[in-house]
């Protein structure tokens, strides 16, 4: 089992800008993907950006242009570079881990909340 501990939400401006991080543990090699997904009140969970661990990423149309997926394999973490932050992009924020190769398990970081207002 992989264990996802994510940190750097917080308050911000619109306009401004906010870094998460997340630190996987465990057994953590095989191909896989690690990513974001975000949940605003009363709304579903959606994938804001992935990155594979050949380091392949995408993002959601949303956040194209302001959002910016890193990973470092070395450390096993994966951050997100939010800029030009907007109220819409207010939620929690989870840090996603799946393995790409048998038994393609899954993981969830226990959610950073991240708000955009002024």
């Known amino acids: 089992q992989v264990r996802l501990v994510e940190s750097g939400g917080g308050l911000v401006q619109p306009g401004g800008s906010l870094r998460l991080s997340c630190a996987a543990s465990g057994s953590t090699f095989a191909i896989n993907v690690m990513g974001w997904f975000r949940q605003a009140p009363g709304e579903e969970r959606e994938l804001v950006a992935q990155?594979?661990?050949?380091?392949?990423?995408n993002y959601a149309d949303s956040v194209k242009g302001r959002f910016t997926i890193s990973r470092d394999q070395t450390k096993n973490t994966v951050d997100l570079q939010m800029n030009s932050l907007k109220p819409e992009d207010t939620a929690v924020y989870f840090c996603?881990?799946?393995?790409?190769?048998?038994?393609?398990?899954?993981?969830w970081g226990q959610g950073t909340q991240v708000t955009v207002s002024t």
């Open positions: 996603w881990f799946r393995r790409m190769t048998p038994p393609h398990d899954e993981s």
């Open positions: 990155m594979t661990s050949s380091g392949y990423g």
